[in-house]
């Protein structure tokens, strides 16, 4: 059943039709000859977290995206098998590599989220990005989701905030003395994780498997490539500063797209297999064979646009 357009607080979520199979004509061929098919990328749903989900200028996702995350989870059980990628945006305003960089540390922060990567979260926490420097602020944001009360999430060290960090130290078995170091750091992202989205995601569920390390194929920033919204030189010039940040606020945004699962192969004679390949590898006999192939989920072309999103939303970078 295709999950119904939904319009979030804080996101979007739909599912999007997705056609049963492709014709594909094989040609005939001698000996060892093959036909080579390289079917489309066709996604099959789309996800998106909206700028206000995250800290102003940072990586860091705000408690508040905890429905839009809930509508996550919705997806992902909608469409078992469909692996994930997800999609970092900036917009058009300001240095191009800054954009660049922060748009691809909110995509890993996300995946990071998902498959309850904590190790990901304390390199953030270690390397800042201009704007985007994690510190006692969002330790305190986590404590306050979690029920410590830490008197004030602004950053502000206060003898509260410390018996907050106490009190969650002394909650799991950690030494109680106020300071959210490594070890704690570790514990409260995991905490964290399960309060956002419970259900760990199997690096195996995204497009890439988790294979790179650098998460190629699983996350990328697409810096201001793909706005959602361009404003023209005259509406920019009459508007303030303040009120074109407010404009562009809609190219801020990360997407993940479900893309079909592995296709199978379906020939005259009934025979199915599965292909985990993006080339799809037919052998004809003495005439063209018509065959059919479910979606597949690489190609070395361009995703096609659904009607159900943005043009802004192309996998394209």
Known sequence: MQYPSTQLPGGYAAGHPVPSSFPIFTAPSTRTEKNVVRLPLVSTACWRLNDLRFDFDSSF????????????????????????????????VGNLEYNKELSGRRAEAIYSLLTHDVARWEKFYKNSHGGD???????QVMLDALAYDPGNTAGESTKRSK?????????????????????TRAVLFQKYFEFLFPRKVEKPEFLHKGID????????????????????????????????NAENGVNRRVLILFLSP????????????????????????????????????????????????????????
């Open 61 to 92: 996702v705000m408690p508040a995206a905890h429905g839009e995350f809930v509508a996550l989870r919705k997806i992902i059980d909608a469409h078992p098998g469909s692996p994930m990628s997800v999609f970092g945006h900036s917009d058009p």
């Open 262 to 317: 592995a296709p199978k192969i379906m020939s005259r004679n009934g025979l199915a297999r599965a292909s985990p390949r993006a080339a799809v590898i037919a052998k004809s006999g003495s005439g063209a064979t018509p065959t059919s192939a479910a979606p597949s989920r690489k190609s070395a072309g361009p995703l096609p646009i659904p009607r159900t999103r943005s043009r802004a939303d192309s996998i394209t970078d």
């Open 133 to 139: 420097d994690w510190g006692l602020k969002q330790i």
């Open 163 to 183: 018996e907050a960090i106490q009190a969650f130290q002394r909650a799991n078995n950690l030494n109680d003395d106020g300071d959210a170091g490594p070890l």
């Open 213 to 244: 390390p650098g998460g190629k194929g699983d996350f990328q920033g697409c810096g201001e490539f793909n706005p959602a919204m361009i404003l023209s030189k005259d509406e920019a010039k009459k508007m303030s500063e303040e009120e074109r």
